[in-house]
């Protein structure tokens, strides 16, 4: 998320994924001297929800982030979407990375860590199914920690007003039941300088070929218009709203949605 936010923000990438505050950690010494560059991202849509996994061992005794006092952790990679995500979790229980041991692990060391017992429990924010959580659950028996209504009321008092409740749907990591978690629709970014007829285009394909989407990956089944418009950490590119407007979606948006004209 934090390199991507640098390539879009300097013209080096067209589009990606990104947060506001993957992008403010990894732009942090460009904005000194250029602060426009965070200003200067836009969404084209938002589309699947990328989702937290608390993932613990099935037979661990821990049953709350607070049991992970003391534990050791891995909490992504430093500037990540999922280790900026993590610090905010542990703040909204009134803890930091001091009260663990915390390992800034990619997605691959971290499944085979935890795998080998290296780790206690992993914490990552990303879309649903996760190849390696789903390959891992197939090695070793896996549990999830819930969130529910108020740890998404208590996020957005800490990060920008973007989550949501959700489930993990049954059967996607070995659950019998959905797991009710909390996530974040994932927001795709482009420069304020696209081009606006590609920019439109750009709105019309994910928002309408979703189907072709959802054979490449299950996510695509999360695209479409009624997931199109949860993006308020940047404003929508003025492209992209003429698309919801022609669509008739643009007016029915959720409260804190802006977007250029």
């Known amino acids: 998320y934090g390199e991507n936010a640098i390539m879009l ?12 505050s993957a992008a403010e950690a990894a732009l942090k010494d460009q904005l000194e001297k250029q602060p426009e560059l965070l200003d200067d991202l836009r969404f084209i849509s938002t ?3 990328t989702v937290v996994h608390a993932v613990v061992p099935a037979n661990s005794e821990i049953e709350t982030i607070e049991d992970l006092k003391g534990k050791t952790v891995s909490v992504g990679e430093p500037g990540s979407g999922t280790e900026a995500t993590n610090r905010f979790i542990f703040e909204m229980y009134g803890m930091s990375y001091d009260d663990i041991n915390p390992q800034y692990l ?13 780790i ?37 008092e800490l990060y920008s007003g ?31 300088d696209m081009d606006e007829k590609l920019a439109y285009e750009l709105a019309r394909i994910m928002n309408e070929h979703s ?7 299950p996510a695509g089944e999360q695209w479409g218009l009624e997931n199109a ?4 950490e940047f404003k929508y590119h003025a492209g992209a709203v003429k698309y919801f407007k022609d669509v008739g979606v643009w007016d029915d948006r959720p409260n804190g949605v802006e977007g250029e004209e």
Do not use: C
């Not at 418009?229 to 308020?232: M, P, R």
């Open 9 to 20: 923000a300097n013209k080096e990438a067209d589009i990606g994924t990104t947060s506001r």
């Open 47 to 49: 589309a699947h929800q």
């Open 106 to 118: 990619a997605f691959n060391e971290t499944t085979e860590q935890f795998q080998d017992g290296k």
């Open 120 to 156: 206690d429990a992993f914490i990552l924010t990303t879309m649903y199914p996760n190849p390696n959580i789903m390959s891992l659950s197939t090695q070793k028996d896996i549990r999830l920690l819930t969130f529910d209504q108020k740890d998404a009321d208590k996020l957005n």
């Open 162 to 192: 973007q989550f949501i409740t959700t489930e993990i749907p049954a059967d996607t990591y070995g659950n019998k039941e959905p797991i009710p978690t909390i996530g974040v629709p994932a927001g795709y970014v482009v420069h304020k």
């Open 211 to 217: 189907d072709e989407i959802a054979r490449v990956h």
């Open 229 to 232: 418009l949860f993006g308020k």
